[in-house]
């Protein structure tokens, strides 16, 4: 394979984050790419998790990278279980650059996934994966972080957000 290409982030207000992704039907070396492609935009912007729709494409794919855990993919996942405890944490994300809010979420969670090459697996996570896992996820379901939070604050960060793309 060449070179990786640099591809964009999206930000709010494209219509493919707020659709339903579409499941990846096929393990090839375009999917193989596709992920390679993710993880330099998640690492040129200094995320930790990104989700296809974010780099404009409907399919049912994300990844994480938090500096303790290695890079994990998740193909097609379900969330099979999550905690009823919630935990309240600061959120940001790579589609709402500068933007951070307290978002309530599951403490933990079991998911269901494949890797890049097809092979199914189960994992129980916990913490900082758990949240970012959950958040990527809403993602694939045309939930964004926002929509987590109270109409009122919603409001606010709509309308912060806004000025912040005009500076």
């Known amino acids: ?4 290409k640099m591809i964009d982030i999206v930000t ?7 659709k339903k992704a579409e499941a990846v039907a096929q393990y ?17 912007d200094k995320g930790i998790g990104l989700a296809a729709p974010q780099v404009g494409r409907s399919k049912r794919i994300f990844i994480t ?16 279980a999550t905690s009823p405890d919630l935990v309240e944490y600061e ?3 790579l589609s709402f650059p500068g933007l951070y809010f307290m978002v309530k979420r599951p403490a933990s969670l079991r998911i269901q996934a494949f890797t890049e090459k097809g092979k ?6 916990e913490g900082l994966l ?10 694939l379901d045309g939930k964004l972080f926002i929509d987590r939070i109270t109409p009122l604050k919603r409001e606010r960060a709509l309308l912060h957000f806004r000025k912040l793309l005009k500076m």
């Open 130 to 139: 758990a949240r970012v896992i959950l958040h990527e996820y809403d993602h």
């Open 120 to 125: 199914s697996f189960t994992l129980e996570a």
């Open 91 to 93: 959120e940001g994300c």
């Open 65 to 80: 990278e938090l500096d303790d855990d290695k890079k994990r993919i998740f193909v097609n996942p379900e969330i099979v």
């Open 1 to 4: 394979m060449g070179a990786v």
């Open 28 to 44: 090839d070396k375009e999917l193989l790419l596709f992920i390679d492609e993710m993880f330099t935009a998640l690492e040129a």
């Open 12 to 18: 709010f207000g494209d219509p493919v984050l707020e």
